[in-house]
Nanobody, 115 residues
Framework: QVQLVESGGGLVQSGMSLVLSCTASGAASDIDVRHWHRQAPGRQREWLASVRRAGDTDYADSVKGRFIISKDHTQTTTYLQMNALKPSDTAVYYC?????????WGQGTQVTVSS
């Protein structure tokens, strides 16, 4: 069973950058695809980006060109590099992972972007 823990959230000013981390424990070697999502107040959860075991990536149009998803060579930690942040990026950010046992989710980390 995989457990995910996000970190790196916080309060930043508009235009700045932030890197989120998602650390996997348990059966991390079972992870096929890793994702980042976010949920702003009053809105549905939004998928942002995915990275597969082989390293290929996909991005939502809303963040393409500004956010970069990556993972370390140990397959333990997934990152989300967020650049040129806007107040509209304010949300709780979640990571998830597709595993043999199903989809695992982290508890989320708050990102607040001030204008």
């Amino acid at each position: 069973q995989v457990q995910l823990v996000e970190s790196g959230g916080g309060l930043v000013q508009s235009g700045m950058s932030l890197v989120l981390s998602c650390t996997a424990s348990g059966a991390a070697s079972d992870i096929d695809v890793r994702h980042w999502h976010r949920q702003a107040p009053g809105r549905q959860r939004e998928w942002l980006a995915s990275v597969r075991r082989a390293g290929d990536t996909d991005y939502a149009d809303s963040v393409k060109g500004r956010f970069i998803i990556s993972k370390d060579h140990t397959q333990t930690t997934t990152y989300l590099q967020m650049n040129a942040l806007k107040p509209s990026d304010t949300a709780v950010y979640y990571c998830s992972a597709n595993t043999r046992a199903g989809v695992a989710w982290g508890q989320g980390t708050q990102v607040t972007v001030s204008s």
